[in-house]
C-alpha cells in the first residue's frame, strides 16, 4: 500500500503528550473521558484523520474505535501505544470501554460545538444517566498553545504563502476578472503543496480559499463571520470573488489562507494598479500603524481584548471608527487564532480576558470597509513568544504594492 | 452595492412553490413548522445564503430572521413577499413568530443530523415542552426531486464539467505529480465558473474537488463514505491527489465534482497513457456494460436498491465480486443522489426501496478496486424521466482513454 514519508507523520511523543496534556485537563474538570470524532481535534490526537471515535479517559490508555479503514490509521498515525479496533456498530462503544479495563463514564465530554444533534442523541441513549459536558472548550484551549512541531509546520505554511504571494505582482492585470485571477493564484498555491481543505470551526461555517476581491466588491459582506467576504460567482456561494474585472485605481484586496500539512497562515495584502483612491491610501496607513502598535504593546499575559482596545483606539484616533473592521456589518474583533482550523482560540475580541500566552498562533488584521468604494488592510499570522508577537511570513507590508 | 445579474437570482415562483410544497410535507408529517438553517437548505428555499433562521410555519407564511447581513439577503433572494427581519438574539425567535401571528409549534421540525447538539439544546429549552422532530429526511426527499429550472442549472454544471474534460487529454502527462496535474485542472474549472466549494450533507464529510490518482494511489481508501478516496499530500488531509508521479501503462482515476449556481455533477473516467493492465482494462468494460445494463432497466417506480442489485449482478457474472465498489473497504451503493449536495437522495444502495421517481438527478459510478494495483470506473450523472435515464454529460465514455 502507498504511505507517507517518514517526516510527513506527526512524531508519537508529540501526539502522546497532546493526549496526556489533555488528560490533565480532563481531571480538573471532573470529566471520566472524552468521546472525540471531529475531524480537526482527531488530527490533532492522531496525527491523521479517519472515520473513527477516540476515547480518552481521565487515567489510562485511550481507545480508537474505528468505522471504515484501520489500516490507513495504522500506516498514517503513530498513536501504536494504544488499542486500535473496528467498531462494527456505535452500540459496541460502551463495550469497547468496558472491555479495555476502563470504567463506563459518569460525566463524559463531548465535541457539542460540532456532533451533529441525531449523534448527541444517540450518546444520550447509549450513556443512559451520563452528565454530557461540552470538551470543546477544553480542547480548543489546549489547542490554542502550539508545540515547537506545530510551530515549524506552521512556518512551512507561512513560507508556502510567501512564495504564493510573491507571484502575485506578476500575474495582477487590470482587465482580468477576479475569479479568473483567483484560478491562476489557487494554481499556484496547489502546486506549493496548498491542501486546498480550509478547516474552520462550526456550523456552515463555508470557507474556500479566502478573498481575492477589487474595488467595491472588496467592500461586500456576506454570511461569514468576517470583515470582508466579497460579493461571489452567484447567490448559491455569495462568498469571495466574482466575476468582476479589475481595474486601474482601485484596491484590490487579497486575502488568502494558506493551509500545509494541516496547519493555517492567514494572510492579507492590498494592490493596487496605479494609484488608490487617497481615502483607501490613508485607511491603510493607519491599519499599518495599527500592527506597529500591537506589534510594540503585547505581550504573554495580557487580556486577549486588549489587541481589539488597541486597533480600536488608533482608528478613533483617526477618526475611521465608522469603517473599522466592517461596514455596515462590523465584526467585533481584530484577530484570532489559526492553527488545524481558521477559527481557533484565542479571539481577538472585545471583551476577551484570556489572557495571551506563548505558543499562540494568531492572525492580526486591523481592515477598513468603505461600502460601494472598497474595503483595505493588512494581516499577518504571528507566533507569540516570552518576548512578544514574531511575524511568520516574509513578504513586505510597508505599504499598499502598487503595480 | 455590487449585484448579481438578474439572470442569477432563482425565480421567485420557483422559491415560493418548494415551500408550499414543503408545507404540503409537513401537513401530512403533522408538524407545525421547522425552523431552518444549514446552508444547502437555506439555498433551496431562499435561492441564496446568509446567515438565517427560515421559519416556515405548516400554513401561512414564512418568517425570515437574519443575523448578520439583510441586505445581501435583500438583493440576492427573490423572496420579498415574506417579512424579513433582523434576529439580534436567539431568544428573540419566538416572540418574532408569535409577532408574525403565528402559533408557537408544538411539534417542530428541526435538522437534527446537521445543527450541533449545542444548538439543539439550545432550540430545546427556548421551545421548551415542544417536540423536536427531524426534518431533514422530508426536506431531502423534496430536494430529491428536482424542478425544471433545478435540472437546467445542472445542465450548465455538466456542460461546464465536458469542458474541464474535454481538456484533460492535453494536460495529462507521464512525470508529472498528481497534485501538481489537480493544480492545471482545478484552474481550469474555475475559470470555467466552478464554485469551488463542493458541499457534502453531513458531520466530518470534508471533501475537495474530487479525485485524480494514478496507480496504486487509485485504490486507496479513507474516510470518506466512497469507494475511492486517494492517498493525499499528507495525514492530515488524507484525501485526493497525492505526490505520485504519474506514470505509463497504469490506470489514472479522474474522479471530479463539479459545482455551478450550487447544482453538483459528478463525473469519473478512467485514463491510460499507453496501455492500461489488462485486470483494469477488463474491469473498465465490465462497469461499462453495467451502466448499460442499468441504463436500459431504470425506470420510475423502481426501488433505489434493484439498480444496485443490477449491477452486483454483472460483477459476479464476471467474478469480480471482491473488487466492485471498493476493497477491502467496499461501499455498499453504486450510485447517489446529486444536487445542492454531493450526497443527495435516493441512495443507490442495496436493499433500499425508495422508489425511483422522474426529476431524480443521480451520479452511478460503477467502479472496481485492486488494492496495490489500481482503480478503475465510470461515472455519470443521470436524470431520470418518465421513459428513463438521461445522461448529462456528452464526454465520450465508450472505453478507457488511451492517450
Not at 498515525?77 to 488499542?83: A, E, F, G, Q, V
Not at 459496541?92 to 444533534?117: F, Q, S, T, W, Y
Not at 444517540?122 to 490554542?144: N, T
Amino acid at each position: 500500500m502507498p504511505n507517507y514519508k517518514e517526516t510527513y507523520l506527526t512524531p508519537k511523543t508529540e501526539l502522546i503528550k497532546r493526549i496526556k496534556d489533555f488528560q490533565s485537563m480532563m481531571q480538573t474538570e471532573d470529566l471520566d473521558g472524552a468521546l472525540i470524532s471531529q475531524s480537526a481535534d482527531i488530527v490533532y490526537f492522531c496525527g491523521t484523520y479517519q472515520d473513527l471515535h477516540l476515547y480518552i479517559p481521565a487515567a489510562g490508555k485511550p481507545v480508537i474505535m474505528i468505522r471504515r479503514n484501520i489500516d490507513r490509521f495504522r500506516t498514517d498515525s503513530k498513536l501504536d501505544d494504544y488499542p486500535v479496533i473496528k467498531l462494527r456498530k456505535f452500540s459496541e462503544i460502551i463495550r469497547n470501554i468496558k472491555e479495555h479495563d476502563l470504567p463506563v463514564p459518569k460525566r463524559l465530554g463531548l465535541e457539542l460545538d460540532v456532533i451533529p444533534a441525531s449523534v448527541y442523541l444517540k450518546y444520550k441513549q447509549l450513556f443512559a444517566g451520563a452528565d454530557l459536558i461540552d470538551c470543546s472548550s477544553l480542547i480548543r484551549r489546549q489547542r490554542a498553545i502550539k508545540s515547537d512541531y506545530e510551530i515549524a509546520r506552521t512556518k512551512e505554511t507561512a513560507k508556502m504563502m510567501d512564495n504564493i504571494f510573491n507571484a502575485l505582482p506578476s500575474i495582477i492585470k487590470p482587465g482580468k476578472s477576479e475569479f479568473e485571477l483567483a484560478g491562476d493564484i489557487e494554481k499556484i498555491a496547489r502546486r506549493e503543496g496548498h491542501q486546498g481543505l480550509i478547516k474552520t470551526r462550526g456550523f456552515n461555517a463555508e470557507f474556500y480559499f479566502g478573498q481575492l476581491l477589487s474595488g467595491p466588491n472588496s467592500a461586500m459582506s456576506s454570511y461569514f463571520d468576517g470583515p470582508i467576504n466579497g460579493i461571489g460567482l452567484y447567490p448559491e456561494f455569495p462568498f469571495g470573488p466574482g466575476e468582476k474585472i479589475i481595474e486601474r485605481e482601485e484596491p484590490v484586496l487579497f486575502d488568502y489562507v494558506g493551509a500545509k500539512h494541516g496547519y493555517i497562515v492567514d494572510i492579507t495584502r492590498t494592490f493596487a494598479i496605479g494609484e488608490a483612491p487617497d481615502m483607501i491610501d490613508n485607511a491603510y496607513k493607519v491599519a499599518e500603524e495599527i500592527q506597529q502598535v500591537i506589534l510594540a504593546k503585547a505581550l504573554p499575559c495580557m487580556p486577549a481584548g486588549h489587541l481589539y482596545d488597541l486597533a480600536f483606539e488608533q482608528a478613533q484616533k483617526h477618526g475611521l471608527t465608522d469603517y473599522f473592521m466592517g461596514a455596515p456589518y462590523p465584526v467585533s474583533f481584530v484577530g484570532h487564532g489559526v492553527g488545524l482550523e481558521l477559527n481557533e482560540l484565542p479571539v481577538l475580541a472585545k471583551g476577551v480576558n484570556t489572557p495571551l500566552e506563548a505558543g499562540m498562533i494568531m492572525a492580526i488584521e486591523p481592515k477598513f470597509v468603505f461600502p460601494g468604494i472598497g474595503g483595505v488592510g493588512l494581516e499577518n499570522t504571528f507566533v507569540m513568544s516570552n518576548t512578544g508577537l514574531k511575524k511568520l511570513c516574509s513578504f513586505p507590508d510597508q505599504t499598499i504594492i502598487r503595480l
